[in-house]
């Protein structure tokens, strides 16, 4: 039931920036929306008023309490926005978890949610991943001392993780390249739209348009074929799509074969992303940040002495969480949210009318003064016990937060903390000098212009000198 959470007293409404009709502060948030939402938010407050967006109204809430309040205290009041409600998106994704709403939604993640945080699925799942970063570590270490693009070859990597995770298939198969060539036009497809304030209808036949279909299509042929042969096999596979089709509802009920394809779709859009966005940004600060990337050696000197991590090894990697915890507060993957509350609300003291767009902005939150200390310094040690003491619940939102929180956030973790274990253990990546590195913020925040490093081994003795000291 939806909490009308109003006091009749209350109407104070809050300020923002000079807006126009229908359009609000779209043309400047869209011309630079970190440096715009960043800029509000320190000006205006906690919750900013962005003007109208076509028949709502626009608010920014950036304050832990708001945010505590919009996806934790009062979440039933609130439901995804207007991008997930688009019909390419909803295309491709169709009723599974990412864009599922009320007692569907509930249904749904009660399902899913052993898998992604059972310690047996998560422990089969290790030996999963650093078989295929194995072979990635093969690749490169034939190609010494040459330059590559860090945040295309982890985009390739984390895709290939989830696919063989998902559906069990060889990561160097004729399918698994051609899933993943289809999803870069499903990624090119909604980054140029993601902004757009007007977008051509799928049943125009543009050629951009005709390119997704193709894609929505190849990706359908072979989860639908895979999901058919599956069902007839006798064979044991320890991956989501057999749990998804062994599955069962409290009333004994299973999915049907379009939920099954439209969880692994759901499932692949968010399983992916996060992990590779993140991981280009964490070799990035390492490469420019010496005594942290000494630091990171030491501990896996001590936890590993250059052998492959195990299940058992993920709890005592505590400085490497450090690192990508911290990656992920300077750069969060998603980097914004937006929903709509159904009911009128109060949030931080402000009146919020029912039927409002309201934008959380992890980016913003993850950045604001009065909550972290030098919020532009890369400090992993700020993720110790001590200095995490006390800090806000919604102060840091990688992986949203509240019951809509992502599930594979113990998922893209783990695969992060093996692939910066292994590869560090054998290699140090450097940023190709006078590269320019910016910021992208038309779907994940990337980097712009890819993220070129050369491989340099490492010696041997770096693998032991700690363990010898």
């Given amino acids: 039931m939806v909490k009308q959470s109003i006091s009749p007293n209350v109407r104070k409404t809050p300020s923002g920036p000079?807006?126009?009709?229908?359009?609000?502060?779209?043309?400047?948030?869209?011309?630079?929306?970190?440096?715009?939402?960043?800029?509000?938010?320190?000006?205006?407050?906690?919750?900013?008023?962005?003007?109208?967006?076509?028949?709502?109204?626009?608010?920014l809430v950036t304050h832990p309490d708001g945010v505590k309040h919009i996806l934790l205290d009062n979440f039933h009041n609130y439901v995804k926005g207007d991008n997930f409600k688009d019909k390419d998106f909803t295309l491709l994704v169709g009723n599974?978890?990412?864009?599922?709403?009320?007692?569907?939604?509930?249904?749904?993640?009660?399902?899913?949610?052993?898998?992604?945080?059972?310690?047996?699925?998560?422990?089969?799942?290790?030996?999963?991943?650093t078989n295929v970063i194995e072979e990635l570590?093969?690749?490169?270490?034939?190609?010494?001392?040459?330059?590559i693009d860090v945040a295309a070859e982890?985009?390739?990597?984390?895709?290939?993780?989830?696919?063989?995770?998902?559906?069990?298939?060889?990561?160097?198969?004729?399918?698994?390249?051609?899933?993943?060539?289809?999803?870069?036009?499903?990624?090119?497809?909604?980054?140029?739209r993601i902004w757009a304030f007007f977008k051509v209808p799928l049943s125009v036949p543009t050629p951009k348009n005709v390119r997704f279909l193709q894609a929505v299509e190849t990706i359908n042929t072979i989860v639908y074929r895979l999901i058919r042969e599956r069902r007839q096999s006798s064979n044991d596979y320890d991956d989501l799509l057999s749990w998804l089709i062994n599955?069962?509802?409290?009333?004994?009920?299973?999915?049907?074969?379009?939920?099954?394809?439209?969880?692994?779709?759901?499932l692949f859009v968010a399983g992916f992303d996060t992990s590779a966005?993140?991981?280009?940004?964490?070799w990035y600060m390492l490469s420019q940040h010496p005594n942290v990337e000494s630091k990171l050696q030491e501990e896996l000197a001590t936890v590993l002495g250059g052998r492959t991590p195990t299940y058992e090894d993920i709890p005592n990697l505590k400085y490497t969480k450090m690192v990508i915890q911290e990656t992920m507060?300077?750069?969060?993957?998603?980097?914004?949210?937006?929903?709509?509350?159904?009911?009128?609300?109060?949030?931080?003291?402000?009146?919020?009318?029912a039927g409002s767009m309201i934008v959380l902005s992890p980016f913003v939150t993850h950045h604001l003064p009065s909550i972290w200390e030098n919020p532009d310094k890369f400090d992993p040690e700020r993720w110790s016990p001590e200095r995490s003491a006390g800090r806000p619940w919604a102060s840091y939102l990688p992986f949203g937060g509240?019951?809509?929180?992502?599930?594979?956030?113990?998922?893209?973790?783990?695969?992060?903390?093996?692939?910066?274990?292994?590869?560090?253990?054998?290699?140090?990546?450097?940023?190709?000098?006078?590269h320019p590195v910016e910021m992208d913020t038309r779907l994940a925040l990337r980097s712009r212009h890819g993220l070129p490093m050369t491989l340099e081994p490492r010696k041997s003795r770096e693998l032991t000198l700690q363990n010898v000291e």
């Fill in 329 to 353: 507060r300077l750069y969060p993957a998603v980097w914004i949210l937006s929903m709509t509350n159904v009911a009128d609300d109060e949030i931080c003291g402000y009146h919020i009318p």
């Fill in 96 to 129: 599974g978890l990412i864009n599922s709403e009320g007692d569907a939604w509930r249904r749904q993640r009660r399902l899913l949610q052993p898998a992604f945080h059972s310690r047996q699925q998560i422990a089969a799942m290790v030996s999963l991943m």
């Fill in 277 to 282: 966005t993140s991981l280009g940004w964490v």
């Fill in 18 to 59: 000079r807006s126009y009709p229908i359009i609000g502060c779209f043309p400047q948030m869209a011309s630079n929306p970190l440096q715009f939402l960043t800029n509000a938010a320190r000006e205006y407050g906690d919750v900013v008023h962005l003007g109208p967006i076509g028949p709502q109204q626009l608010y």
């Fill in 137 to 147: 570590l093969e690749q490169w270490r034939s190609i010494e001392n040459t330059q």
């Fill in 402 to 434: 509240g019951p809509r929180q992502c599930l594979g956030d113990v998922f893209v973790t783990t695969e992060m903390q093996l692939i910066i274990a292994m590869v560090s253990q054998h290699l140090r990546l450097k940023l190709v000098p006078g």
């Fill in 247 to 266: 599955a069962r509802h409290e009333s004994g009920e299973g999915l049907s074969d379009e939920l099954v394809r439209d969880e692994i779709v759901a």
């Fill in 154 to 192: 982890m985009l390739e990597l984390s895709q290939k993780i989830v696919i063989k995770a998902l559906l069990s298939l060889d990561p160097n198969s004729s399918e698994t390249a051609q899933i993943i060539q289809a999803w870069h036009t499903v990624l090119g497809f909604h980054t140029d």
